[in-house]
């Protein structure tokens, strides 16, 4: 095989993706099971219509009206009021976080966050050849201030990744815990609120403190509360001194007419959507009960997954619910499993399987 001059830091490296199986539930990457609402979609394919007509011309580069609308719809879930200038979309959050990097991380500087956490955030920062550090969480999955001040004083990174709420774990943070983490911080602080929108009731969202805090980037997704992660849609709340920045690394005409049209009917039918966001915040809390109820561990979780466990062989039980037609997620510490939420019928499906796994004799063949 051809040896590529490939950067030494890839050579080995397989791709990020989870498994992607065709079984009857899958509960292993944090999807919306619900699609969208006929109206919805047929309001989407009318948008898509319109854009082909026009697909011999670029996008708008700067998606002018996409980011009104997403302003709007955050003043509307958060209270929050900010100009399309200080709102900033992408192809998902992903390449929102690769083009932060991009503009604050980069040689010689470095990326801090508290473990465990996203699996991609280290790809983001060896992508970008900025240097990445953790600090590691409480027993309980929490940021323990003191102990990130401490983080913060050691590494003096130029870039803090927070996820709230947390993957894997689900645990949000406090806006005592962001304030504390930005005057701490030499640089950039990046709340990631992918899963925003399932936080319980009284769970504050960072957006809050944009106005006092410059240095702050709030990010979001489509993909998870609209039920729109075919359609890879992120974006950022920050100043428009810090969107400015972003606009300088981004690629030309990064996001095609046909998204930016389908994103902004989604944004038209947000009422709708939040509907199925509440039950599924129900669902959720009803599962975590179910899984406490088999005498499972489960942290409080704000987002649309909840962790459980600890397991002596967490790959045993994964492929012992694979063999009931269940797929969930190997990832965060070891000895614990993730499964986002489903239908009333599929999570009854997987705790009903999870069950029956439980129960074996010790020493019974799991399916390992």
């Known amino acids: 095989?051809?040896?590529?001059?490939?950067?030494?830091?890839?050579?080995?490296?397989?791709?990020?993706?989870?498994?992607?199986?065709?079984?009857?539930?899958?509960?292993?990457?944090?999807?919306?099971?619900?699609?969208?609402?006929?109206?919805?979609?047929?309001?989407?394919?009318?948008?898509?219509?319109?854009?082909?007509?026009?697909?011999?011309?670029?996008?708008?580069?700067?998606?002018?009206?996409?980011?009104?609308?997403?302003a709007t719809y955050l003043a509307g879930e958060s209270g929050v009021d900010l100009t399309p200038e200080q709102v900033w979309a992408a192809?998902?959050?992903?390449?929102?976080?690769?083009?932060?990097?991009?503009?604050?991380?980069?040689?010689?500087?470095?990326?801090?966050?508290?473990?465990?956490?996203?699996s991609m955030y280290p790809e983001y920062a060896r992508n970008t050849a900025t240097e990445w550090v953790t600090a590691p969480r409480r027993e309980d999955?929490?940021?323990?201030?003191?102990?990130?001040?401490?983080?913060?004083?050691e590494h003096r990174p130029s870039v803090v990744f927070v996820a709230s709420p947390n993957n894997p774990t689900g645990t949000a943070v406090s806006l005592d815990l962001v304030r504390a983490l930005h005057d701490a911080s030499p640089g950039m602080l990046v709340v990631d609120e992918a899963y925003a929108e399932f936080r319980r009731a009284g769970t504050p969202s960072a957006l809050s403190l944009l106005a006092e805090c410059p240095r702050l980037i709030v990010t979001r997704t489509m993909?998870?509360?609209?039920?729109?992660?075919?359609?890879?849609?992120?974006?950022?709340?920050?100043?428009?001194?810090?969107?400015?920045?972003?606009?300088?690394?981004?690629l030309p005409y990064h996001l095609s007419a046909v998204t930016?049209?389908?994103?902004?009917?989604?944004?038209?039918?947000?009422?709708?959507?939040?509907?199925?966001?509440e039950q599924l915040r129900s669902t959720r809390d009803e599962l975590a009960e179910s899984l406490r109820s088999l005498g499972l561990q489960v942290p409080d979780s704000d987002a649309n997954f909840v962790l459980?466990?600890?397991?002596?062989?967490?790959?045993?039980?994964?492929?012992?619910?694979?063999?009931?037609?269940?797929?969930?997620?190997?990832?965060?510490?070891?000895?614990?499993?993730?499964?986002c939420v489903g239908t009333?019928?599929?999570?009854?499906?997987?705790?009903r399987a999870l069950r029956k796994v439980l129960a074996r004799e010790p020493g019974e063949d799991t399916g390992t």
């Open 1 to 70: 095989m051809t040896d590529l001059p490939i950067r030494e830091e890839l050579r080995g490296i397989q791709p990020y993706g989870a498994p992607q199986l065709d079984v009857p539930i899958r509960l292993n990457v944090n999807e919306n099971p619900y699609p969208p609402s006929e109206a919805l979609a047929a309001d989407a394919a009318k948008a898509v219509a319109d854009a082909v007509a026009g697909l011999n011309r670029y996008p708008d580069r700067e998606a002018l009206d996409l980011r009104a609308d997403l």
């Open 91 to 118: 192809n998902g959050s992903n390449e929102i976080m690769l083009q932060i990097l991009q503009a604050f991380g980069g040689p010689g500087r470095r990326v801090l966050s508290f473990a465990p956490t996203y």
């Open 141 to 153: 999955f929490t940021v323990d201030v003191d102990d990130a001040l401490a983080a913060v004083v």
């Open 223 to 250: 993909s998870k509360a609209f039920a729109f992660a075919g359609a890879r849609v992120g974006y950022a709340a920050a100043s428009t001194e810090v969107v400015d920045v972003l606009r300088v690394v981004r």
């Open 260 to 277: 930016q049209a389908v994103a902004r009917v989604a944004l038209a039918h947000a009422a709708e959507l939040q509907e199925r966001v």
């Open 308 to 339: 459980f466990g600890p397991f002596d062989d967490r790959h045993a039980i994964f492929r012992a619910l694979l063999e009931h037609g269940v797929l969930v997620r190997e990832t965060g510490p070891e000895g614990w499993l993730r499964a």
């Open 344 to 351: 009333p019928e599929e999570t009854e499906t997987f705790v």
